[in-house]
């Protein structure tokens, strides 16, 4: 040890050494210093990495975003962020505790494989979003304008209907644009059940039916879409929801089933958030945050635009609105 050493030692320590007054004293003050050091070790390994399931829009980006910020910054927590297709895989992965949560589930989406999972108690409903979302058909308002028999879901049984939305890889039915393949979409088998000229066919992802969508609203050209609410594009691009027939039970056993036999509208759906069984265990201040967490449709409405129109980065609109809105977070970190 050299001279410069010993200024690690606490003051009389290195005197005591010295002239071997007290071992006691060394030894003594030596386990403190290591129990504190190993106090602070486990202080730092203490929280549990928490990993958050992102699916593939961008309201469920933002929502995630939000809690990963707070996470992180305001409760000390290391944050892994997963994107990931809503389905089983989804619920195996809460169920075994390798997910912690998923913040927006749309309730209409839910098969009777993954309502198991709710039901042996393996993932968790912690509660509404605060989100009111509505799944259905749209069009641009001046396809409405321009024809007002396709305001409701019997003006497109007729050929000319389907003439109108045709594309070159259709013939003569009209192009049914769904979006990706891995969202809970039933236009094939309503489209079939009500005998409609109509033939789906999915853009891959929500940019590439924006992206769709904006170049056809750019040339005034027929388009009919699978699409939601609340999306900034509902707005920008004047889409107006067309009516299918009136949801019923039997028809939503059907899409729960996820048969042939769906014949009728998209529910309304009251958006949930979703826990692993083995989170509240795991870390419990975790899962009374996310339990209390709360974007309601005008959050989302805030933030949408900016990351689906702007362009802007998801992790800064979430950024954006925390700065913005302190008052209400705060009440959700105990």
Not at 122 to 142: D, M, Q, T
Request: charge should be negative; charged fraction near 20%.
């Amino acid at each position: 040890m050299v001279a410069d050493d010993w200024d690690q030692f606490p003051e009389g320590v290195y005197e005591a050494m010295r002239t071997g007054r007290s071992s006691r004293i060394i030894i003594g003050v030596l386990v403190a210093l290591a129990v504190l050091a190993s106090g602070c070790g486990d202080a730092d390994e203490a929280k549990p990495n928490i990993t958050l399931v992102t699916n593939p829009w961008t309201a469920s980006f933002l929502n995630v975003a939000v809690a990963e910020q707070i996470l992180e910054n305001e409760m000390g927590y290391s944050v892994e962020v997963i994107n990931i297709d809503e389905n089983e895989a989804m619920f195996t992965g809460l169920a075994d505790g390798t997910l912690d949560a998923v913040l927006e589930i749309w309730p209409s989406g839910i098969t009777v494989g993954e309502q198991a999972f709710f039901d042996d108690g393996s993932v968790v409903n912690i509660g509404e979003l605060g989100v009111i979302g509505k799944i259905g058909w749209f069009v641009p308002r001046y396809i409405v304008d321009e024809h007002p028999e396709l305001a409701t879901w019997e003006g497109y049984r007729s050929a000319e209907a389907g003439a109108l939305f045709s594309i070159a890889e259709t013939g003569d039915k009209g192009r049914f644009l769904g979006t990706d393949p891995s969202y809970s979409q039933f236009d094939e088998y309503i489209i079939a059940n009500l005998n409609l000229p109509f033939e789906v066919m999915y853009s891959g992802s929500e940019p590439a039916t924006v992206a769709e969508l904006d170049a056809r609203v750019s040339a005034h050209e027929p388009i009919l879409m699978y699409w939601w609410t609340p999306t900034a594009a509902v707005s920008v691009f004047d889409l107006v929801n067309v009516p299918l027939p009136p949801y019923t039970e039997k028809c939503g056993a059907s899409q729960a089933a996820g048969d042939d036999g769906v014949d009728c509208d998209y529910p309304e759906d009251v958006i949930i958030k979703a826990a692993s069984g083995k989170l509240r265990e795991k870390a419990p201040d975790v899962f009374e945050f996310l339990n209390a967490f709360t974007i309601t449709t005008d959050d989302q409405l805030e933030m949408l635009p900016g990351a689906e129109i702007d362009g802007e980065d998801v992790a800064d609109v979430a950024a954006k609105w925390i700065s913005a809105h302190k008052d209400v977070w705060s009440a959700w970190v105990k």
